[in-house]
């Protein structure tokens, strides 16, 4: 069982930065991948970003490619991401997400956080 917290989320301007944190419990961190997921109003769930158990692998939505940047610290049990440019539409609620397999791409993830909203505006 991994239980999986988000924190980060806010209000910003067009343009600037936010960076959200998912801290998680659960022996089994360290070897699952990690994934982070955006939810609009009115649009389905969407992916955004996924690191590998290890760190050294990591894919994402073409959307967000060269804005954003997805990272973890398997000592603290946490994965990271690193919001630059932002965008109004990028407002969503973002939900982090693990894996039981520790490499992409990944099949299906397991465990989801409760979200975290994120709101940018014009």
């Known amino acids: 069982q991994v239980l999986l917290v988000e924190s980060g989320g806010g209000l910003v301007q067009a343009g600037g930065s936010l960076r959200l944190s998912c801290a998680a419990s659960?022996?089994?961190?360290?070897?699952?991948?990690m994934g982070w997921f955006r939810q609009a109003p009115g649009k389905e769930r969407e992916f955004v970003a996924v690191?590998?158990?290890?760190?050294?692998?990591?894919d994402y939505a073409d959307s967000v490619k060269g804005r954003f940047t997805i990272s973890r610290d398997n000592a603290k049990n946490t994965v990271y991401l690193q919001m630059n440019s932002l965008k109004p539409d990028d407002t969503a609620v973002y939900y982090c997400?693990?894996?039981?397999?520790?490499?992409?791409?990944?099949?299906?993830?397991?465990?989801w956080g409760q979200g975290t909203q994120v709101t940018v505006s014009s």
């Open positions: 997400a693990a894996a039981k397999v520790g490499n992409i791409p990944v099949p299906r993830y397991d465990y």
């Open positions: 690191v590998t158990w290890s760190g050294r692998g990591t």
């Open positions: 659960g022996r089994t961190f360290s070897t699952s991948a």
